[in-house]
């Protein structure tokens, strides 16, 4: 799937995408769209340097010299614990930020929370409540805070600044940072969103070799997760190339993960969940949907699902259901790609829709006027299939949604240029 990367504009500009599947490499057209772009499948043998430096070199291409925007996804996303004072309120803004971030939020767990939680992170976030002077219950229960039963790689503390000392006498190790609910529990994209940010980079950055690239690269490259959120944001706002009709999905399926952009008119009014307030669109990461990395706790969860046969029969068009249906239950088939970007698609709506997931809201399927599909996997999927699966998810007599499938990246486009739009309008 390649086009020839020729400038068509007098300000060319290039894009890169360096995905657990796929490399993409764009040329923009100094407009907000995309010129021509190419794909190539990542070579895990050659690695990230390797591959990417001689894609670049085969068109001539000097990072020095030629400003490339970069963003990456390939380590999969970073995972983050949250231990707060609330989860139904401090809890859900620290997640919203780690989401915004590009991170994977794992859990959120209160501090009375005495169970702990063995999965493994990356970052334990610890925070909560805002900056009053007298904390409240707030420094007893932090006081009883007891890190050995969660799995981590770091501690950081964001919580009221008032006791940010004596957490930092307890645990010498842990990164102090601003408390981002600041002194009115009103959350504010900033000390949470950048540290794990950073973290994220710098993930991927050791994990992945990714410092090998030229120092141009590595000194912008961005999350993946993130880029994606903010083109739907912006595409929301009508300030991208993508029109968006009313209440809308957007599913950007990968070989790791699968994840969820949503405007919040999509959530059930009985939602015992609710995305933070004042914000427009959300986002939520299926760290266990994927084609690639997360191949087996799909196929998991594939096997075992009460609607499987009618998944298969909404894909194949009836062509050997039975068979595939036997041998997937088995163990004994090998599903394509497309066919698990379909099951990615069915699973991550058929779970939005009943709120089945850590700090996932219920949905309202029958509010959706349109569902975007972007990413990798989703390339190959087509909107009449789609519109068959839907069925299987939506209410009874619910109107189809409008399907799209962003097959030029528009949204990656508009998400990985924001930063340069917004200098470009404050600059004389």
Known sequence: MNQDLKPDSDRPQLALDIGSTVVKLARLDGDGGVASQEFHARDLQAGIARQVNAILAAHGIDPAREPILVCSSANGGLRVGIVCLSPLFSGAALRNQVLLAGANPEYVHGFDDGQGDPRRVDVLLVGGGIDGDDPGPAAAMLEA????????????????????????????????????????????????????????????????????????LVRSIRPTPEVASRGFLRSVNNQGRFTIVGTCLALDIGGATTDLHYTVECVHDDSPVRPSSGVSVARYVFTDLGIVASRDTLMLQLRSHAKLYELLTSVLGGVQTREVYAALREGDYAPTPQLLSYACLFLALDRFAAGRGPGLPTGDLGKVAQIILTGGAAQTMDEAVVGRLLALVLPPQAPQPLVQVDRRYEIWVAGLTWAEDLARRASP
């Not at 990164?175 to 991927?204: H, K, Q």
């Open 145 to 216: 805070f007891d890190p050995s039963r969660y799995r981590y790689a770091a501690l950081v503390y964001c919580g009221n600044r008032h006791l940010a000392a004596a957490f930092a006498a307890r645990f010498p190790q842990a990164r102090i940072i601003d408390n981002p609910l600041g002194d009115t529990l009103s959350s504010r994209v900033g000390s949470v969103f950048e540290t794990i940010r950073r973290a994220y980079l710098d993930d991927l950055v050791f994990k992945e070799g990714v410092s090998e690239l030229p120092a141009a």
